[in-house]
C-alpha cells in the first residue's frame, strides 16, 4: 500500500520486483540445476542478429537445442545495464514458452569511464538483469583501455559477491586485444581473484585475435582450472569467424578434450556463429550445427 494515499503502489522497484523473481523461482531452480545434463548445448542470439529475438528463438529450438544464450538482436545487444527487471523478465518468459533455457547472457560492456562506483551500480545492474530472465551467467568481454584495465576488474571484483548470493556466475571471454587469448586472460582472472569469476572459452576468438597464427588447441593449455563455458566458435582465413562449427579451422574434438583436462568437464556449449544468409538458411545451418555438437559430446 501507498503509505501517502493508502492506495496500492503498482510500481514496484527493481530491488523489490528482483527480490520476488527469486522467492518465486526458488524451488523451480532447484529442480532445474538438479535436471541439467553433463554438456548444456545451446545457441547464442547473434547469427538471427537481423531479426526481432523471438525469431531467434524459434529458430535454435526448431534446430534441436534446448538452451540459448543472449546475445544480440534487431534492436541491439539484448540486454544492457539500461535494460529493465520487466523486460528481462519478459525475455526470459519467451524462452521458456519454447521449452528453452538461457544459459548465459552477453553484458557487453558496463560504464566504467565515470567512476568505479558507476560501473558497480551498472554491473550490479546486469546481475539483476540475469536473475530477471533465469540466466545462471553474465558474460563480459573485458575493456580494450589499458588506462581503464584496474577499474574494470575492480568493478567485477567488488560485485562478485553480489552475484553469488543471487545464483549469478560472472565469466569473461577471449576478446582481445588486451585478452585475446588464455595467457592473458589468466592474470585478469588472478586480478579478480574470486570462485565466482572464470573463464568463457572462444577458441575461433583465439584464431581472429591472432590472424590465424595462434592454434587454440595449443592456447588451451594455458586456461586450465579457469574455464566454465565455452563459444563455440569456428574460424577461416582471412579473418572470419561467421563460421558454422565444424567447418572451419578449429579442431573442436582437440580443444574440447584439453579442456576437459584442464577441469572443464561439464558446463555450457553455446555457439555464437553460423554461416550468414537468409533465415532459411540461419536455420539450416543451427539444425546442422546442433548435430554437430551432439556428436562432439
Known sequence: MDATNGKPNRQLSRRQFISNIMVASAGAAFISAVRTPRWQIGCYTRPWAAYDYRVAFDGIKGAGFKFVGLMTSKSGTMITPDTSPEEAYAIGEEAKTRGLRIASLWGANFDVKKSIDTGIEGMKRLI??????SCPNLLLGGIASPELVEDYYKVIAECCDYA???GVSISVKPHGPLNSTGRECRPLIAKVGHKN????????????????KLNPVDDTAEVDGLVVGMSVK???????????????????PKVLARLQKGGF??????IECLSPGDLAHINAEARKACQFLN???
Open 265 to 270: 568437464r561439464s558446463g555450457p556449449l553455446i
Open 128 to 133: 539483476d538483469n540475469c536473475v530477471s530472465c
Open 234 to 252: 569456428d574460424f577461416t582465413l582471412p579473418k572470419n569467424v561467421d563460421v558454422t562449427p565444424g567447418t572451419g579451422m578449429v579442431d573442436f
Open 197 to 212: 569469476f572464470g573463464l568463457w572459452y572462444d577458441p575461433g576468438n583465439i584464431y581472429f585475435y591472432s590472424d590465424g
Open 164 to 166: 553469488s548470493e543471487k
Open 295 to 297: 556428436k562432439l559430446t
